[in-house]
């Protein structure tokens, strides 16, 4: 299985990197294949401009999905969204590893989805959701909180995670084709002792060892 994993966080000694390290560990001792992209160190620009292609559809006026449908079109991408690109077409399994924040996704991340996610490439009229470009793929959101499960309930103080994770599973994931698998989420991991961490990367361990036969969630598409 090719796996491609994208990941946001700044601190290579964070718990978010110690979940990115676990996974590329057990997913290669496993035999898959795995593929990083590392944001920050990469210097990944998340910011969208005529810089994300070589061609160009109009030179007076800049409409990001019309250059996206352009550029797909002859081959019009700039090498870094051409990378990306290629990654995901290539993946069996993409897994984004980020920190929560502001009940969404870190900047450079947000940022990666809108350049390398291209219309006419990745997506177009009538070729979303069922029909998606990446209907044979799955994907699953690997994220930490500052806060605690109970406060992400449906009645806790910041509202139903499953709520905040809807636009990205369903609007971004789905949309594309696809098939979701459940979010594998840490909470209040500022809260943490060594104890719990070391619990917490075993298990998200044994889940990587026993993905391959997962069921996807989510999976009511239009």
Request: charged share 15%.
């Amino acid at each position: 299985m090719n796996v491609f994993i994208v990941y946001a966080h700044a601190e290579p000694a964070s718990f978010n990197g110690a979940a990115l390290q676990t996974a590329v560990n057990t997913l290669s001792d496993a035999g898959h294949s795995v593929t990083v992209s590392n944001l920050y160190a990469m210097g990944f620009n998340p910011v969208s401009g005529r810089h994300n292609f070589t061609s160009e559809w109009d030179p007076d006026y800049f409409k990001q999905q019309a250059e996206e449908t352009h550029a797909s079109a002859i081959d019009g991408f700039s090498e870094d969204i051409e990378t990306e690109l290629a990654r995901v077409e290539a993946c069996d399994l993409m897994i984004w590893q980020f920190p929560l924040w502001w009940f969404g996704l870190p900047a450079i991340l947000k940022g990666w989805v809108d350049r390398v996610f291209a219309m006419g490439r990745v997506y177009e009229y009538g070729r979303i959701y069922k029909t998606g470009a990446f209907r044979n793929k799955r994907a699953l959101l690997s994220l930490t909180t500052g806060g605690h499960a109970a406060e992400f309930a449906r009645n806790g103080v910041y509202g139903d995670i499953d709520s905040m994770l809807w636009p990205i599973q369903h609007g971004i994931l789905q949309f594309t084709g696809f098939s979701v698998l459940a979010p594998h989420i840490v909470f209040g991991v500022p809260w943490l002792d060594d104890s719990a961490r070391i619990a917490a990367l075993a298990g998200w361990r044994m889940r990587l060892n026993a993905i391959e036969g997962e069921t996807p969630v989510n999976t009511v598409l239009l």
